[in-house]
């Protein structure tokens, strides 16, 4: 099952790869981008297109890993207190048997 997961995500790469090349080369009419702030010089549609794709591609990643990072550490915590808590429950069995 591994192996088939791997040739899958193997097979999307690389067609992942192929429609972008094949994109780049239907796109290239170039043209200059204007951020208000700073004009880039001039670069092929594909290029702006396939960069503002990997800008967001990182910026995706960035915030689903700050989410991964603070579920993390509410799991943590969670388990700390519920750790404290059954600690607390067998010494207050303990001593009522007593």
Not at 63 to 76: D, E, H, N, W
């Amino acid at each position: 099952m591994r192996w088939l997961r791997q040739g899958l995500t193997l097979l999307l790469a690389v067609g992942a790869v192929a429609a972008g090349g094949l994109f780049s080369l239907q796109n290239t009419k170039e043209i200059p981008l204007d951020l208000i702030v700073v004009q880039l010089p001039a670069q092929s549609v594909a290029i702006w297109v396939l960069a503002a794709l990997a800008v967001g591609v990182f910026i995706g990643l960035g915030a689903g890993t700050l989410l991964a990072l603070r579920r993390s550490a509410t799991i943590r915590r969670l388990r700390k207190q519920r750790d404290r808590l059954l600690a607390e429950a067998e010494k207050g069995i303990g001593l009522d048997s007593q």
